[in-house]
């Protein structure tokens, strides 16, 4: 069955896109059919990240709008046969992106695909309502930074009312996951940036996993590869448990510098 799973994050910066990109070639990796939507209409750097903008012809508004067919602007990633990028428009209309649009897209993907990732723009303007309004399941993206995690909080508000699901008043909510990037343990035992157990205080959602800073992550989108298609680093292994634990998989939780208390343990890890 097709699963959708919004990649989203109150505050920009925070990595969103490049998890995007990790996820999707982690996913593809391990066999699964998938495809990464860039909903962020107006800066579009999903492409970039994936390592396609110069084979990009059409795009998610041009099929939205009917001047091309979906087909025609799927890109097939050169790395993966079953990993596609559907990239979107640099138009400044943001009202380029109908939510009937995007549900007719959706259910297309679904019948051909195992999952489709959608690479939500920060904030709550309506690109970023719009990628988690159909969405299954929800990956939380911050950082180590109060700013950062409060926003997300205020994200998590939004994936409970302002979806499709909550909006039919269904018992099963969407499923969200953190995951907690540029995590620095030396900083955070200095107490420069908080602990992954002050996180999940805050936020409370099971997580994902937790990616250590690294230069491996800039380089990687430097040179248009998923950090999970590069070079082997800790970052890339993080971001490899990550998308087991997504799959379902009991994957240990190992921290660096971090005790893992009670509490955490009982957000680690997710049941199938």
């Known amino acids: 069955m097709s699963k959708v799973i919004v990649v989203t994050s109150g505050k920009g910066g925070v990595g969103k896109t490049t998890s ?41 508004i041009n099929v939205i709008q009917g001047d091309a067919k979906l087909n025609q602007a799927l890109i097939r990633d050169r790395r993966l046969d079953n990993l596609y990028v559907l990239p979107t428009s640099q138009t400044r209309d943001k009202d380029a992106l109908t939510q009937e649009g995007v549900e007719k897209v959706l259910n297309e993907l679904r019948e051909e695909f195992d999952y489709i990732i959608c690479d939500s723009p920060a904030g709550i303007e309506r690109g970023a309502q719009l990628a988690m309004y159909y969405a299954d399941e929800a990956v939380v993206v911050t950082n180590p930074e109060v700013s950062s995690v409060r926003d997300s909080d205020r994200m998590l508000g939004l994936l409970s009312s302002k979806t499709a699901r909550a909006e039919r008043g269904e018992e099963e909510q969407i499923k969200s996951h953190l995951l907690l990037t540029r995590f620095d343990p030396k900083r955070s035992g200095e107490g420069e940036m908080m602990s992954v157990e002050d996180v999940l205080e805050i936020l409370a959602i099971p997580l994902l996993g937790v990616i250590p800073e690294s230069p491996a ?38 921290i660096e510098g971090e005790k893992v208390p009670s509490f955490m343990s009982r957000l680690f890890g997710r049941s199938a």
Do not use: Q
Request: charged share 25%; glycine share 8%.
């Open 20 to 60: 995007s990109a990790a996820i999707s070639a982690g996913l593809a990796s391990r066999g699964h059919r998938t495809v990464v939507i860039d909903f962020d209409v107006g800066l579009r750097n999903l492409d970039m990240i994936m390592g396609c903008e110069r084979r990009v012809v059409f795009d998610f």
């Open 217 to 254: 992550v800039l380089r990687a989108s430097n040179v248009g590869v998923p950090v999970t298609l590069n070079e082997k680093s800790r970052a890339a292994t993080a971001y490899e448990e990550a998308v087991a634990r997504l799959c379902g998989e009991e994957v240990e939780m190992k």
